[in-house]
């Protein structure tokens, strides 16, 4: 029941104490638990840009809507995914796991042929909705690591992508932004939700038993 009480915990926090900050251990945590997701064929299609320099966070809030809550937060986590899938990228992370693991070179060549004649067809646009997909795996490891450590964090994904990209200058690494999590600490007296009781479906709405 461990995680489920760290869920109920949770919430999107609207409101964070600047003067609070994350320990770069437990930063560790939250970025290691998305870098640990399951991802599609194992190749972790994503990467995690860890912000916690103020004049750049400051940069955040007119690319999200004036959203101060990414100036406040102790970090931002961008999570952005490939822009394409290439033949480099997919023989990388296959590369390295015989290698890791010992095995003959050549131990994935039919499986990642078959990959490439999937994606490598389609449209950058067509293999960003798949890559974008794995990085909403990761973001919800990291929420949920976030919560068992007790740290505040808040979804976003109301923000320009474009003008993030080039904030971080994803463009020139093949990335583009999927989405946001500022993480840090709840300010207790100024943030409205955190008294409002949690709202979801109930469970014989939600689970469709057949």
Known sequence: MALLNDLEWRYATKKYDPTKKVSQEDVDKIVEAAR???????????????????????????????????????????????????????????????????????????????????????????????????????????IAQAAELKIDATPMEGFNNQQLDELLDLNSKGLKSVLMLPIGYRDETGDWLLPMKKVRNPKEDFAIEI
Do not use: C
């Open 36 to 142: 640990l997701a399951p991802t599609s064929s194992g190749m972790q299609q994503f990467r995690v840009f860890v912000i916690s320099n103020q004049k750049i966070k400051d940069q955040l809030v007119p690319i999200s809507n004036g959203q101060q809550i990414v100036a406040e937060a102790s970090h931002v986590l961008v999570f952005a995914a490939w822009n394409k899938y290439t033949e480099e990228r997919i023989d990388s992370i296959f590369n390295l796991t015989t290698k890791e693991r010992g095995l003959p070179a050549d131990r994935f060549i039919d499986y990642t042929n078959r990959l490439k004649a999937v994606y490598l067809k389609q449209s950058p646009e067509e293999n960003f909705v798949h890559t974008a997909r794995q990085a909403y795996i990761g973001f919800g490891l990291s």
